[in-house]
């Protein structure tokens, strides 16, 4: 992630970075609440998907709360969801195919993550109550940038 430019104590630029997957083209925007805010318990990533990809190929849980977002692509018409994506949670595998906010709270199994079609690009927001993102390895199959 490029370093963001801090204007002050309470406001800064956000910057691009680049992506862990392949598959994830367009530059992604993080803040990091350990790097950015001071140490706040609040880290955020934001991608454009436009191409179906095994996201998170295990399941895994976290010492913190989390939720994650699938939004349409324009932002005029988010609720247009062009996509299915299937996420486990908690011992149930959900079909996401409509505008959604998954809460996982913290100690909750979770996983995979499988963008599974993309008719229309869709916008993935990452959310954790944590300091640091939730960035699990990259799975089998998928290269780096």
């Not at 406001?11 to 803040?31: C, H, N």
């Not at 390895?137 to 290269?143: D, I, L, R, W």
Request: net charge negative; glycine share 10%.
């Amino acid at each position: 992630m490029a370093e963001n430019v801090k204007h002050g104590q309470y406001v800064m630029q956000l910057g691009t970075g680049y992506s862990i997957f392949k598959e994830v083209t367009a530059p992604q925007i993080g803040v990091n609440g350990a790097n950015d805010l001071g140490n706040a318990n609040f880290s955020i990533g934001y991608s454009l998907l436009t191409q179906p990809f095994l996201m998170v190929g295990d399941t895994h849980n976290h010492d913190f709360d989390q939720l994650v977002f699938f939004l349409g692509g324009d932002p005029a018409n988010v609720a247009d969801f062009g996509a299915e994506v299937e996420m486990g949670v908690d011992n149930q595998t959900y079909l996401i195919n409509y505008a959604a906010c998954v809460w996982i709270p913290k100690g909750v199994m979770h996983g995979p993550l499988n963008v599974k079609k993309v008719n229309k690009p869709i916008m993935f927001i990452d959310i954790t109550l944590s300091p640091q993102y939730s960035t699990r390895p990259v799975p089998p199959g998928s290269q780096r940038r």
